[in-house]
């Protein structure tokens, strides 16, 4: 069987720097992609993995943070 891991990271990733931050894995799930206004968007389901107060404090994080 074989495995495979990749090491993707994008500009404007909201979730990479905070995963590398709290030092916690993420798994995300695409569920769509579209175009809207020109540019390329998806939605997707995250997946945090670590303690929960780890977790507790990047949602905390996301909540303060001013969306784009």
Not at 16 to 34: Q, R
Not at 59 to 64: A, C, S, Y
Request: proline content about 3%; glycine content about 8%; charged content about 30%.
């Amino acid at each position: 069987m074989w495995y495979a891991k990749f090491k993707i990271q994008h500009k404007n990733c909201w979730i990479t720097p905070l995963s590398k931050k709290y030092g916690v894995e993420i798994v995300g799930i695409p569920l769509n992609i579209f175009e809207k206004e020109g540019g390329y968007y998806h939605t997707n389901i995250i997946f945090l993995s670590g303690d929960k107060s780890v977790q507790k404090k990047i949602v905390e994080e996301l909540k303060n943070k001013k969306s784009r």
